[in-house]
């Protein structure tokens, strides 16, 4: 079965400032997808950025990145030029790609951005 | 398009009595899971239905969590009996049976169960 680890709880860091989350996983498999889900405090959960396995290639969307390091099953989160908007829980997600299978999140990161 | 739609927002109910929860995917979509996140937990996958194919129930914490897909379009989820420890947000979350992965999530039902 897969595992995902968030090990930081809780972070903060001053707008326009840039922030990493940290995210590890287990898993024997070698194609798989990997996601970062943004959920405000409306509850509502998002979907920030996605990474195939087998892309070498580091996801990018606007001020979000990822460092994808498969041999280490690392997938961190990169928030640069931090805004307000972007406080809110973080939750890492494992995807088998056998089908749509559910995903495996970790227990978040509580993210701040302080004004 | 509408997004994924549940119902309600919000629901309090006293220890022992059953609740439903309802969700609407996003039209097209054939495959549709529920999750539910404790006070503080990340998501935990309680069941997901793909298409006309069995569900998969493999999540359901106890025989009085059941749900069912009708049309292969509405959801709903039925808790029984409640217990105080059934207190958490159940999210809904459909896709496209396809190769991007990507679940939309609706705003989730909070359940208080007193």
């Known amino acids: 079965a897969q595992t995902v680890t968030q090990s930081q709880p809780e972070m903060s860091v001053q707008e326009a400032e840039t922030v990493t989350l940290s995210c590890t996983y287990d898993t024997s498999e070698n194609n798989y997808y990997l996601f970062w889900y943004k959920q405000p405090p409306s509850r509502q959960m998002i979907l920030v950025i996605r990474?195939?396995?087998?892309?070498?290639q580091n996801a990018t969307e606007n001020r979000f990145s990822v460092n994808f390091q498969k041999a280490a099953k690392s997938f961190s989160l990169k928030i640069s030029d931090s805004q307000l908007g972007d406080t809110a829980m973080y939750f890492c997600a494992f995807l088998s790609n056998f089908g749509n299978e559910k995903l495996t999140f970790g227990t978040g990161t509580r993210l701040t951005i302080i004004p | 398009g509408a997004g994924v739609s549940q119902s309600p927002s919000n629901k309090v109910t006293e220890k022992g009595k059953d609740v439903e929860l309802r969700c609407d995917p996003i039209?097209?979509?054939?495959?549709l899971y529920w999750y539910r996140q404790s006070l503080g937990q990340g998501l935990e996958f309680l069941i997901y239905f793909q298409g006309n194919s069995a569900p998969d129930k493999s999540g359901l914490p106890s025989d009085r969590f059941s749900a069912e897909r009708t049309g292969g379009s509405v959801s709903t989820l039925t808790i029984q009996r409640t217990q105080q420890e059934d207190s958490a947000v159940y999210l809904c979350?459909?896709?496209?049976?396809?190769?991007?992965?990507?679940?939309?999530f609706g705003p989730g039902t909070r359940l208080t169960v007193l």
């Open positions: 979350a459909s896709s496209l049976a396809s190769v991007t992965g990507e679940q939309f």
């Open positions: 039209s097209g979509h054939t495959a």
């Open positions: 990474q195939e396995a087998y892309k070498q």
